[in-house]
């Protein structure tokens, strides 16, 4: 059970390539997200997905665009990638149990960008 | 999601246990307490939750009190490794809602552990 994995670790980009990073999850979780992690900021959540399939927004989904076409895999593409991108981005999955319902996400190693 | 306060940093002798504080006064009665912690590079890991009775796991020991207006994070024999930033974070219990269920970390206290 190797738990919430992220591809790749580290990239060094040039402004304007595109990537894509991959988060894989084999603990059959509903809900995935992906976060950036910025110097002495918190986590800011871009995209996340209830399902395979759908997707929705978080609070900062600008210049990010991604997939959920299994449900193991969720998929954050840049297109254009840009200085700003620079970041830790970190993927999370999660179930909710019992009742009354809660939720624990659970945190892939991270992926370190950096765009120059 | 209710504000927690937490003391930036404390030190830990090895072996000795680590007792972490955490001040939610302003909790509602739905909203249950996680910790997680981030050691240095890595991603968030979670540690425990609870809503108003003590927990326990094998990594460690959620104590609530009873007005649930503070918690500690108990680490019965804290070791090298235990060296983090520790998040406490209160979270509204019931179904995943459309607004995205995000985490949201504050600045945690930096344990330390020594030798």
């Known amino acids: 059970n190797a738990g919430v994995t992220q591809t790749p670790k580290f990239r060094v980009l040039k402004t304007g390539q595109s990537m894509t990073l991959l988060c894989a999850q084999d603990m059959n979780h509903e809900y995935m997200y992906w976060y950036r992690q910025d110097p002495g900021m918190g986590l800011r959540l871009i995209h996340y997905s209830v399902g395979e399939g759908t997707t929705a927004k978080g609070e900062v989904p600008d210049g990010y665009n991604v997939s959920r076409l299994k449900k193991q895999n969720f998929l954050l593409g840049l297109e254009s990638a840009a200085p700003s991108q620079t970041s830790v981005y970190f993927c999370?999955?999660?179930?909710?149990?019992?009742?009354?319902?809660?939720?624990?996400?659970?945190f892939g190693p991270g992926t370190r960008l950096l765009v120059l | 999601d209710a504000k927690t306060t937490q003391p930036p940093s404390m030190d830990c002798a090895e072996g000795r246990a680590a007792n972490l504080p955490c001040n939610h006064s302003t909790i509602s009665g739905n909203e249950y307490v996680y910790w997680y912690r981030q050691i240095h590079s890595q991603g968030p890991q979670y540690i425990i939750h609870?809503?108003?009775n003590n927990e326990t796991n094998e990594m460690a020991s959620l104590i609530i009190t009873e007005d649930r207006k503070s918690s500690t994070l108990i680490l019965p024999h804290a070791t090298l490794r235990d060296t983090a930033v520790y998040y406490c974070i209160v979270r509204p219990q019931g179904a995943f809602t459309g607004g995205g269920n995000k985490l949201t970390f504050g600045t945690g206290t930096q344990l330390k552990v020594e030798l």
């Open positions: 999370a999955s999660s179930y909710q149990t019992g009742s009354p319902i809660q939720e624990t996400q659970y």
């Open positions: 609870g809503l108003k």
